[in-house]
T-cell receptor
Framework: DAKTTQPNSMESNEEEPVHLPCNHS???????IHWYRQLPSQGPEYVIH???SNVNNRMASLAIAEDRKSSTLILHRATLRDAAVYYC??????????FGAGTRLTVKP | ETGVTQSPTHLIKTRGQQVTLRCSSQ?????VSWYQQALGQGPQFIFQ???????GRGNFPPRFSGLQFPNYSSELNVNALELDDSALYLC??????????????FGPGTRLTVL
């Protein structure tokens, strides 16, 4: 299975942009890149996904490298409610979701 | 609020016992996946059910089994509990269209403690 590598933790200041990196050098052509986040004491929640092109939604933006071996989740203005563990997941056509350890984001006021 | 509910919220069992965890979705999603999340780790995929049949399995032994009912609610059964089974068990549902783009909606989980 293709694997993702993320930093264990990152810190950000409130109302500043946050760039969360993810490396996936063994990604295959049919794998979608998904991001989920898990707030304290909750189940994971969907953030965004993409295949090749950059994507934007109301929560975040996803920037995908041209060779698809890395991607970056961008939170444009971090709030205290964005403090969570962020998971970058490669999703093959068989629909299994394989989570890694994720990046714990701390947002400082 | 994802509309996915799990019961019970917490559960304490002893080694060797059996446990049944339940999951339901208000949205009528036809696909359910179960995950095990140990403390400080990411969720690990156990298995998935689609239209009442197992549709994929992670690296878990056969004592982990499941059911999906016609109303798409689901059960996770674990036999012969071991101490290492202590974890948060998450279910996630989705309406299966194009498999690897479907958004999964997670419940809040059941915290299982095995003594």
């Amino acid at each position: 299975d293709a694997k993702t590598t993320q930093p264990n933790s990152m810190e950000s200041n409130e109302e500043e942009p946050v760039h969360l990196p993810c490396n996936h050098s063994t990604i295959s052509g049919t794998d979608y890149i998904h991001w989920y986040r898990q707030l304290p004491s909750q189940g994971p929640e969907y953030v965004i996904h993409g295949l090749t092109s950059n994507v934007n939604n109301r929560m975040a933006s996803l920037a995908i490298a041209e060779d698809r071996k890395s991607s970056t989740l961008i939170l444009h203005r971090a709030t205290l409610r964005d403090a969570a563990v962020y998971y970058c997941i490669l999703r093959p056509p068989n629909n299994d979701m394989r989570f890694g350890a994720g990046t714990r984001l701390t947002v400082k006021p | 609020e994802t509309g996915v509910t799990q019961s019970p919220t917490h559960l304490i069992k002893t080694r060797g016992q059996q446990v049944t965890l339940r999951c339901s979705s208000q949205s009528g999603h036809n696909t359910v996946s179960w995950y095990q999340q140990a403390l400080g780790q990411g969720p690990q995929f156990i298995f998935q059910y689609y239209r009442e049949e197992e549709n994929g399995r992670g690296n878990f032994p056969p004592r982990f089994s499941g059911l999906q009912f016609p109303n798409y609610s689901s059960e996770l059964n674990v036999n012969a509990l071991e101490l290492d089974d202590s974890a948060l068990y998450l279910c996630a549902t989705n309406w299966r269209t194009r498999a690897n783009t479907d958004t999964q909606y997670f419940g809040p989980g059941t915290r299982l403690t095995v003594l």
